[in-house]
Every structure is written in C-alpha cells, then in structure tokens.
C-alpha cells in the first residue's frame, strides 16, 4: 500500500509561498513541501497472534488486541537522495502517531540505541551513498505490542510469506541439455519428471544465502522474538554480502594466475582492488557499529518484562557471531592488500625495465659528439664547463669561445650540429674571424 496525498510542488511556487510568509509566521503554521519517491517507498504491517500465527493488516496503526502485537516495515529505496527527502518520507508514513523526535533517531547516520518519548529506539545506519551495495540502514522502534522498523533497500529475511511458497521446499532436478548443448526447456521455473528444475544462476544466488527464505521464517510468538529476529536478519544481512565478496576475490585470484599483462594492467586502471578494500572498510564500519549498539539493546531489553530470557541468550549468541564476522572480514582485508602490493611490486618491475632500456638507448645516443670528434666544440662540453673555466676568459670568449670554428668552411656541416637553426645563433651575422675580433675590440 502506497500513500500519495499530496502533489509535489515546484521549486518556483514554492519559492513564491515562502516569499509570502511572513516572519512572525508560528512555526506550526508553516507548509511543509514534502518531496515524493512516486510509489518508491515499500510498506508492510503484520499482525501476530502470539500463537506461532500471523496475518497481513492495514497501515493504520490501530492498538492491538490482548496477547497480540504488530510490526510495520518500511523500506526506502535505494536511491541517490539526501538525508532530509528520506526523513519527509518518514513524515509522510509516520506521523501521525509518531513524533518529530522519532523520525529524527529512525533516519539519522551513525549507532544510537536509548530511549525515545517511552519506547526503545536503535539503528545501525551507515553514512555511505544510498545506491551503494555496501551501505546498511536498519532502525527499530520497540514497544510492549509493536515494532516499526526502517530499512534501506530490501532485507532478505526480514519479512513473512507462506511456508508455500518457499522454493527450498520443492524437490529439484537439474537442467537436461539436447544433442545441440541447448536446454531441452524454455523456462528455468518448470517440473521435469518428478523434480523442481533450478537452473545454475538460481544455484549460485542460494549458495552466496547464509540463511532460509522469508516462507522458512520461525513465525515469533512474541515482541522479544521479533526484536531478535530483526537483529539476526541484519547480521544474514553482512554475513552474505561478505561472503559474495568473498568469492569474487577467490575468482579474482585466479584470473590474475591465468592472466598476463593485459589483465594486470587493466586491474591496476580500474582500481579493483582499492575498490574492494574500500568497500571491506564500509562493512567493518557497519559491524563496529553492531558492536557497539547490540550490546546496549540486550543490556536495555534485559529489564523488561515482556523480554524473556531466551531471547536474551540469543542476542548474547547474535552478539558473538557479530564478532566473529569481522575477524573474517579483517582476513579477506589483509588477502586484498597482499594482492594489491603484488601487483604494485609488477608495476614497478615493469617502470625499472623500461628504465632500463631508456639508460641503454640514452649510452648509444648521447656521447654521439666523442664519436665526431667534436667534444671540445660541442654544446655537450660547454654545459660541463665551470664557472671558473668561464672567468678566466676574456669577456667575449666566456660564452662562446669556439663559435669561429662554426663559422669556417664546412660551417653548415658543423653548425647543423647545434640544438637551434644556425640563424638564430648570436655571431652568425659575422663573416669572418677578423670581424669576431673587430667586434670584441669595439666592446
């Protein structure tokens, strides 16, 4: 069910209401210009009978009956928006009966676990960009008879579906290829014989699951069952996309053993392996926060009544395989900076041996003027002459001491050997040695 109450308004009427406010305008009677995700925003209310039994509700926030109690989710898309659209989101599903206060500690970034307006309030949302498959937001409002929980994106496990509709209930069969190598059916969905067929991709995305399907979910028979439940699909949540890490890099490794130049360099411009470790950063910065705020929510739902014990120990259990997680996302850390310096220590054999072969071309190239027999005469020399060779000349000569000798016969030949045309040299208006002379006594 998607609530879409109002139209948004352009930015220039809106620019023209606010012009018309006047100051002393009360802070209530302020129009709010809430932004729409058009349908984007996921909603979901379930009821349970505190029986093992649940049923799908209406959004209206209604009071539970005796030994029940209720859950809605909503879930924000993915997308690149701003921290504030999300929070107007909120408003708009929320309010009422939820106040300014609880959306505020629903969608800020960072750990919080206290308090808020009488119910327990905790979340483990990570600042990074929203489109980013690294980035976790997960919230919770507790109270005795309902749950509101905030996620982005979509969770797997979080939700409730009939045990019907599982796929891990079916009986599989693998796919049968014809004499062509082509499938001998056109669906991935359909029964052969007596087996349910899966095909491969379908495999893959099942084995990269730490986890059951929503359809195999334990139904909680109360609100201290639901509140470790949520707290267990989160840690799912890591424990899955660390693992898919996990197994890209295993793929990666053994594409650089079988690859060769290209690869290695076509890996070094994509900046795969800082990439990943960026995003091993973002995960451990995600668990830090589970570190942090998990231990709280036992340490406050422990003094509740309506807490049990068990579920207490779960959270105590949950807690530890949080820890765990990380010492496993700190090994895949160090294998992708061992890869990167291998590769960097490649990229730098291959600078020295290009160096190398620039030194050996340069011993073939340079000392061309000894090989003439012009080092004397030649601009080689001139530059590793001192300043002290220069002042014990006269003051004519300190600069260009030789230049008769490009003015001679052959004096083309000679000054083709200069590093600039022979027109733009100094004397080259000079004809003779005798005008070089009579110039030098004019000075």
């Known amino acids: 069910m998607h609530i879409d109450r109002e139209e948004p308004v352009g930015n220039v009427e809106a620019e023209e209401m606010d012009g018309d406010l006047k100051e002393d305008t009360p802070l209530g009677d302020i129009p709010i210009y809430r932004h729409r995700f058009l349908g984007m925003v996921r909603q979901k209310a379930y009821i349970f009978d505190g029986d093992g039994n649940y049923y799908n509700k209406d959004w209206d926030f209604a009071e539970p009956k005796e030994n029940e109690f209720c859950r809605y989710h909503v879930e924000l898309p993915k997308i690149n928006q701003k921290l504030p659209l999300f ?3 909120l408003i708009d599903i929320l309010c009422p009966p939820l106040k300014l206060q ?3 500690s629903l969608v800020s970034n960072g750990p919080f676990c206290s308090h808020v307006d009488g119910a327990l309030v905790f979340r483990v949302n990570s600042p990074g960009p929203p489109t980013s498959n690294y980035t976790f937001r997960l919230a919770a409002r507790v109270t005795e008879n309902s749950v509101i929980t905030v996620s982005l ?6 939700g409730f579906s009939p045990t019907s509709k599982s796929l891990l209930s079916e009986i599989p069969s693998v796919e049968t290829y014809s004499s062509g190598g082509l499938p001998s059916h056109n669906g991935g969905d359909q029964k052969e014989g007596s087996g349910f067929v ?3 991709h379908v495999l893959e995305f099942l084995l990269t699951m730490n986890h059951s399907e929503e359809a195999d979910n334990p139904v909680p028979e109360s609100v201290s069952n639901l509140v470790v439940h949520i707290i267990d699909t989160h840690v799912d949540h890591l424990q899955d996309v660390t693992t898919k890490l996990e197994m890209e890099l295993d793929s990666v490794e053994l594409e650089l053993d ?4 290209a690869l290695k360099k076509q890996m070094l411009d ?7 470790h960026l995003n091993l950063q973002r995960i451990l910065q995600v668990i830090a926060h589970g570190e942090q705020v998990f231990p709280r929510v036992k340490e406050k739902c422990s003094s509740k009544k309506w807490f049990s014990s068990e579920d207490i120990n779960s959270l105590e259990e949950l807690i530890g395989r949080l820890r765990r997680l990380k010492e496993n996302v700190g090994f895949i850390s160090n294998r992708v900076t061992a890869i990167q310096a291998g590769l960097d220590s490649w990229q730098a054999e291959q600078i020295n041996k290009k160096l190398y072969y620039l030194s050996f071309l340069s011993i073939i190239f340079l000392p061309l003027s000894i090989i ?4 004397r005469n030649s601009l080689w020399h001139e530059c590793g002459r001192s300043s002290m060779d220069r002042a014990k000349e006269p003051k004519g000569e300190r600069w260009f001491p030789q230049c008769d000798v490009s003015l001679r016969g052959n004096a083309s030949s000679r000054s083709s050997m200069l590093p600039f045309p022979s027109s733009l040299h100094p004397y080259s208006c000079l004809a003779t040695k005798d ?6 006594v004019s000075q």
């Open 102 to 104: 609880d959306i505020l």
């Open 258 to 261: 079988k690859g060769g130049f």
């Open 87 to 89: 929070a107007q989101s």
């Open 270 to 276: 994509d900046r795969r392996f800082p990439n990943m």
């Open 198 to 200: 899966i095909r491969e």
């Open 372 to 375: 003439t027999g012009e080092a």
């Open 153 to 158: 994106g979509r969770v797997p496990r979080l």
């Open 435 to 440: 005008g070089f002379e009579k110039k030098l």
